[in-house]
């Protein structure tokens, strides 16, 4: 065995994600906080005061106070090593948290007590499923007035189509949230409003029915909590750790973030629950992370991250080896060996040059404009290539016009260089060249960040003028002659970057009309990177 599998099993890779303002944030913090990674809590939340902050890194984040990129956060906590991927909450974003969720092992789902399923989540959510991410459920904002508990879970059942089992479950909420109930230990942790972050809390190992509980809780909490125990115990699903690492059964916790409860007993069940790096597929089946040599995919490019460097930073995830700074690789795409230069890793706060990292480790490299999304680098005497990222399917197209003609270079380049960032998707017209453009992105937001960043990064003015398509269906059909289809006359023909050809509808029954005109037509949701 080689000498590094240690530092593999030490690695926990995980994202977090959540709609806005559930506490995605908050927690975060609080989890770097147990690492010892950063020693003031807030530090996080400065991105969205606009100070220097992690993921501070386009001008647009600090003019909106959102944050439009993912970032990655590595601390140590015992003898885990935790690479945590922060997701952009803004729903605008989701493509890039798309993408991220493809580097991660296992996500972290915050739910705001009080809210529920929202949007957001059901959207990451279908990610999660689609790719088995096992789920781990924080139930956050105890301390403030929450909806009932069976309700919660029960939503988290039938709109998420996952099973849940709660690890621990709340005694009361808002003014009267007394603390949670750990089903497994029995073990009572009383919530103080006034333990605000601090770390310790205080357990109690009880038994329900006792006396002193009465005192502790009050007699009608724990009445309460004992019918509600005894209803559980009865009525939810059982424990089962191989349904939870297929990404069928979500453990569920309860706590309160903000004031730092429940945090901890939160990360070490999940450490314990959660899986070492998980092998990936590739076109030559299964590579595991521990027996191969260094191989990584990369799964999000960042443009001009430090503007007077007009940089551009591929991440890979490190799927099994060791990485070494310097060391000579292959990237398959491009069919070339060659050198990462400048890897480098984010320590909560700060980007810093790294000499190693390890399978589960996510770096950043500086590239030249070589990387796509999806992209394998192996070693320079394997050959094989991790499965592609599926491109999610655009809701939102517009027709792109430059205002100065005369910069039709930059204007190409830039159109070009971000989309093959992945944030807008790009396509033509059949039979033109790229005179008129059709740009489609999944969240409006984007059509702002594309004006915004060509300008200030490129020079160029452009207009957008919305466009009513709103369905996108990508053709598979080898060597079809598409001018040949018969379709409605609100579906327009484009082809992508790659030329694949597609089919944009205004309504979705013109998607079924189409089909049903064209007998042998095999439209897909989804193209490959
Ligand atoms: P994000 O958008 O998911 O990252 O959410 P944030 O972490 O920024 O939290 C949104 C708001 O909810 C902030 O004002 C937080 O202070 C607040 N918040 C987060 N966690 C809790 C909690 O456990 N209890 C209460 N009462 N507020 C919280």
Redesign the pocket.
């Known amino acids: 065995m080689a000498d590094y599998t240690k530092e593999i099993e030490k690695r926990r890779t995980f994202a977090i994600i ?1 709609h ?8 975060t913090e609080k989890l770097l906080l147990y690492g010892g990674a950063i020693n003031l809590a807030g530090s996080v ?1 400065a991105k ?1 005061t606009a100070k220097h902050a992690v993921s501070d890194w386009m001008e647009i984040e600090k003019q909106r106070g959102i944050s439009v990129t993912s970032s990655v956060m590595q601390f140590n906590y015992g003898d885990y090593c935790i690479n945590i991927l922060d997701t952009p ?1 803004h729903q605008d974003f989701s493509e890039d948290t798309y993408r991220t969720l493809m580097a991660a092992d296992s996500a972290v789902m ?1 739910i705001d007590a009080s809210k529920g399923v929202e949007a957001q989540t059901k959207k990451l959510f279908k990610v999660c499923v689609m790719r088995n991410i096992p789920i781990f459920t924080f139930i ?2 105890m ?2 007035e929450a909806r009932d508990t069976f309700e919660l879970l029960d939503e988290i059942e039938t709109v998420l189509g996952i099973q849940t089992c709660p690890i621990n479950w709340p005694i009361g909420s808002g003014k009267n949230f007394k603390g949670v109930y750990d089903r497994e230990t029995k073990h009572i942790s009383r919530f103080f409003a006034a333990n605000n972050g601090q770390k310790t809390v205080d357990t109690i190992e009880v038994e329900l029915g006792d006396e002193e509980l009465d005192t502790l809780i009050g007699k009608e909490n724990h009445a309460i909590l004992a019918d509600e125990i005894e209803l559980l115990d009865g009525a939810s699903s059982e424990f089962d750790l191989g349904l939870v690492r297929e990404g069928k059964l979500s453990p569920v916790f309860f706590g ?4 730092n409860f429940g945090v901890e007993t939160f990360l070490k069940h999940f450490l314990n629950m959660t899986t070492t790096p998980l092998s990936r597929r590739s076109n030559e089946g299964l590579i595991d992370p521990v027996k191969n040599e260094f191989s990584a995919f990369v799964f999000k490019i960042q443009a001009n991250m430090n503007k007077a460097h007009r940089d551009r930073v591929a991440f890979m995830r490190i799927c099994s080896g060791k990485f070494e700074a310097g060391m000579e690789v292959n990237h398959i795409q491009g069919g070339k060996k060659m050198r990462l230069s400048q890897p480098q890793q984010l320590m909560a706060q700060e980007r810093k040059i790294i000499e190693e990292a390890y399978a589960g480790d996510i770096i950043g490299v500086f590239d030249p404009g070589i990387f796509s999304i999806g992209d394998t680098i192996c070693m320079p005497d394997q050959k094989f290539a991790y499965e592609g990222i599926p491109t999610f399917s655009p809701e939102h197209f517009a027709k792109v016009r430059q205002v100065d003609t005369m910069k039709r270079k930059q204007f190409l380049k830039g159109i070009t260089q971000i989309a093959q960032e992945g944030a807008i998707q790009i396509f033509q017209e059949f039979n033109t060249g790229m005179e008129e453009i059709i740009v489609g992105v999944v969240g409006v937001l984007q059509f702002d960040v594309l004006k915004f960043r060509l300008e200030s990064e490129y020079g160029v003015e452009i207009r957008l003028e919305n466009l009513a398509f709103e369905h996108i269906r990508w053709i598979e059909n080898k060597g079809i002659d598409v001018s040949k289809l018969s379709v409605t006359s609100d579906t327009k023909k484009v082809r992508d970057m790659k030329g694949n050809p597609l089919l944009l509808f205004v309504h979705s029954w013109s998607i079924q009309t189409v089909l049903d005109r064209n007998k042998e037509l095999k439209l897909s949701e989804f193209g490959r990177e």
């Not at 806005?20 to 927690?27: C, E, Q, S, V």
């Open positions: 959540s806005p303002d559930a506490g995605k944030t908050t927690l939340k969205k909450g915050v956050n904002k301390d403030r309160s973030a903000l004031t």
